[in-house]
């Protein structure tokens, strides 16, 4: 959604974002939000992941959603989805866009325009452990963000350095993370 409609800029209630967010400082436990997927194998390199809710301040929100992935056939997948690489790059996009939309809202900026695009290169030998000293994922992900608004450059500029600052995917993606995995053979 783009403008003010409702009450809304760029789609989002500035207003309740800005009670929400004061809620959150007043209360720290109402800002914690927990994430879960499962991803199931379907067979060759396709899978489905599921969505089924979430836990926002501790409690539950249901939610149903399902993706799935695949390989291009030259990868030996059947080309029936995005694969993996590109979900993390949408996922990026996706998340720096709210941002994007939410951050100009609170600033009463209407965006006519915003797109992401995201780019970045593997080399396989990584992947196949063909070769050691090559890295089986991105030594850089190179992103560009396209937008038109009621707001000179130098006010995206400070968007864009905010977004980079608080956009949870662009800070996971841009320095390392502790994974914890755990193996249950069945």
Known sequence: MQGTVDGRINGIDAEGLRAAAAEIAADPAKGAVDFRVRTEWRGGTRTETVVDGCAIGGAQVARSFRFASDEPAELFGTNGAPNPQELLMGALNACMTVGWAAVAALRGIRIHELSIETEGSLDLRGFLGIDPQVAPGYESIRYRVR????APQSVFEEIHEVVKRTSPNY???SRPI????ALVVV
């Open 178 to 181: 502790l994974l914890e995995g």
């Open 171 to 173: 800070f996971n993606l």
């Open 147 to 150: 937008v038109r608004g009621d």
